[in-house]
T-cell receptor, first 111, second 113 residues
Framework: GENVEQHPSTLSVQEGDSAVIKCTYSDSASNYFPWYKQELGKGPQLIIDIRSNVGEKKDQRIAVTLNKTAKHFSLHITETQPEDSAVYFCAARGGADGLTFGKGTHLIIQP | NAGVTQTPKFRILKIGQSMTLQCTQDMNHNYMYWYRQDPGMGLKLIYYSVGAGITDKGEVPNGYNVSRSTTEDFPLRLELAAPSQTSVYFC????????????FGPGTRLTVT
């Protein structure tokens, strides 16, 4: 089955700086790669996603890049703000049987 | 739309007891999923359903059962609860496998002692 590795497990950045979280996946058949943000005590919420026919997608301060050859994808957050502090999960999916998640990155924005 | 709702929010079970975690969605989604999240870990798929009357196992199905009699509801049953089932359980739904976004409920925090 699919295996998703996510790094780093914790990331601390100064407010206003950029943050980058990286993931690799194992199944070349995977074609959908979402990123979720989870705040304490809440369910994950989709913040951006990318499909295998696209190399990059941007939504305001958030961008995701995908390298299918290397089987890795990354989340980029620019001009970080205190409300960006949360746990971020990458995931991959190839078929109907749900998402395979990475272990998460705890992003800390230092004032 | 309420989205995906889960009950209860918290529950403490004794070893060997049984319970049902409820999940309901009002978005007319065909696909529904149950995940568990252990501390410091990502979510792992327990069971999923592609429509009423159809269910299938995910990565960690042992100790759980599901049913899908309606489009809206997808309950998760724990029989003979064990401490290893202490976790946070999330239900999710999506319109289709290819449409992408899975919408998650707020979760049920279960402790088995």
């Amino acid at each position: 089955g699919e295996n998703v590795e996510q790094h780093p497990s914790t990331l601390s950045v100064q407010e206003g700086d950029s943050a980058v979280i990286k993931c690799t996946y194992s199944d070349s058949a995977s074609n959908y790669f979402p990123w979720y943000k989870q705040e304490l005590g809440k369910g994950p919420q989709l913040i951006i996603d990318i499909r295998s026919n696209v190399g990059e997608k941007k939504d305001q301060r958030i961008a995701v890049t995908l390298n299918k050859t290397a089987k890795h994808f990354s989340l980029h957050i620019t001009e970080t703000q205190p409300e960006d502090s949360a746990v971020y999960f990458c995931a991959a999916r190839g078929g109907a049987d749900g998402l395979t998640f990475g272990k998460g990155t705890h992003l800390i924005i230092q004032p | 739309n309420a989205g995906v709702t889960q009950t209860p929010k918290f529950r403490i079970l004794k070893i060997g007891q049984s319970m049902t975690l409820q999940c309901t969605q009002d978005m007319n989604h065909n696909y529904m999923y149950w995940y568990r999240q252990d501390p410091g870990m990502g979510l792992k798929l327990i069971y999923y359903s592609v429509g009423a009357g159809i269910t299938d196992k995910g990565e960690v199905p042992n100790g759980y059962n599901v049913s899908r009699s309606t489009t809206e509801d997808f309950p998760l049953r724990l029989e003979l609860a064990a401490p290893s089932q202490t976790s946070v359980y999330f239900c999710a739904s999506s319109y289709s496998a290819s449409s992408g976004e899975q919408y998650f409920g707020p979760g049920t925090r279960l402790t088995v002692t």
